[in-house]
């Protein structure tokens, strides 16, 4: 699936939710999907199944809400492109390093996260956020998303200003 293509998804998905922040547990609710939260091992972050054709999420409710939401979003995007057969299903680390995952999973998995990001953190109210001058920080709080994840979004969308924490974190 392109870029453009899974921004376009996460715009046809977000109609389900027309706030900011956006109302993802709706949203996944309204594709008939479960979401059960398990309180599993700081590793756990999340895991998209089907049991006996019912869609599930699980999610790690040790997880902070800010990381439960984007991996909601996240399984959200292995449920759009399910498309049955052997498609082997496993588990969310976000420990887990792109060394251990075979090339088709790791597309899998950028296309994602790419998805997740694109429907949490709408280009067009970044776009607004951005040009009201509102920070990283104040933005990642409007849309319940940790400012980790508002970071790569705004680089993403070409928002980036250089701060002194983001020159750090890319020369790491
Ligand atoms: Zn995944």
Redesign the pocket.
């Known amino acids: 699936m392109s870029r453009a293509t899974i921004a376009d998804l996460a715009n046809v998905t977000r109609t389900h939710s027309s706030t900011i922040p956006v109302d993802i547990y709706r949203i996944i609710r309204a594709h008939g999907i479960d979401i059960h939260c398990i309180k599993a091992s700081s590793k756990f972050n ?1 895991l ?1 199944v089907r049991v006996e054709g019912v869609p599930v999420i699980l999610l790690n409710a040790r997880d902070a809400p800010t990381r439960r939401r984007f991996t909601a979003a ?2 959200l ?2 449920h759009l492109s399910y498309t049955g057969g052997s498609t082997e299903l ?3 680390f976000y420990s887990v390093r792109e060394r251990e995952l075979s090339a088709p ?1 790791i597309i ?2 950028r296309q ?2 790419r998805f997740a990001a694109a429907l949490l953190m709408p280009d067009c109210a970044v776009k607004d956020m951005a040009s009201a001058e509102l920070s990283p920080a104040q933005m990642a709080r409007r849309f319940g998303v940790s400012v980790e994840a508002m970071d790569i979004r705004l680089q993403e969308l070409g928002l980036c200003h250089a701060t002194g924490r983001q020159r750090s974190r890319l020369g790491s």
Request: glycine share 8%; proline share 7%.
């Open positions: 999340g998209y996240h399984e995007y292995h496993r588990p969310l999973e899998e998995e994602a996260n």
